[in-house]
């Protein structure tokens, strides 16, 4: 009984989170409701990559507000690694204020782990079978 209980409760939540965000160059933006004119628009500088209301670390340009696919602008006269603009809809764009790092290295080593675990075996498998069927023939 307790293991059925224990199966129910690990599905996975929806979170408050403590503002809307998005992710752009390994820096956390807040979404504010200032607007920013369309004027002021310079050029596009990325976009989201991934979306989800869970909370957690996600990988590339992670919103907790935005589809996949919402695009980041920079802003003349302002750094884009202190201030973005996102494309809310098609022809109104939001202020986003940096927040500080966006740390998700821990994700992106543990990625890169994996890449190199994959890649040996697949080596691994293509060496032994190199080996096996040279093998064959000699004998």
């Known amino acids: 009984m307790a293991f059925v209980i224990t199966l129910i409760s690990v599905e996975p939540v929806s979170a408050d989170w403590a503002f809307r965000s998005v992710v752009y160059s390994e820096n956390l933006y807040e ?9 002021d ?15 957690g670390t996600y990988p590339g340009n992670f919103s907790n507000t935005f589809p996949v696919g919402t695009e980041y602008y920079s802003i003349k006269d302002k750094d884009p690694k202190e201030i973005i603009a996102v494309k809310a809809n098609k022809n109104t764009f939001v202020k986003a204020v940096n927040r500080g790092h966006y740390d998700n290295d821990y994700l ?16 691994a498998v293509m060496i032994s079978i190199l080996f096996f069927r040279r093998r064959k023939k000699h004998i």
Do not use: C, P
Not at 41 to 55: A, C, F, L, M, P
Not at 108 to 123: A, H, K, L, P, S
């Open 41 to 55: 628009i310079e050029k596009k500088i990325g976009k989201v990559t991934r979306y989800s209301d869970i909370e």
């Open 108 to 123: 992106e080593t543990q990625n890169r782990i994996w890449i190199f675990i994959i890649g040996g075996i697949i080596v």
């Open 31 to 39: 979404v504010t409701d200032e607007l920013v004119l369309l004027s």
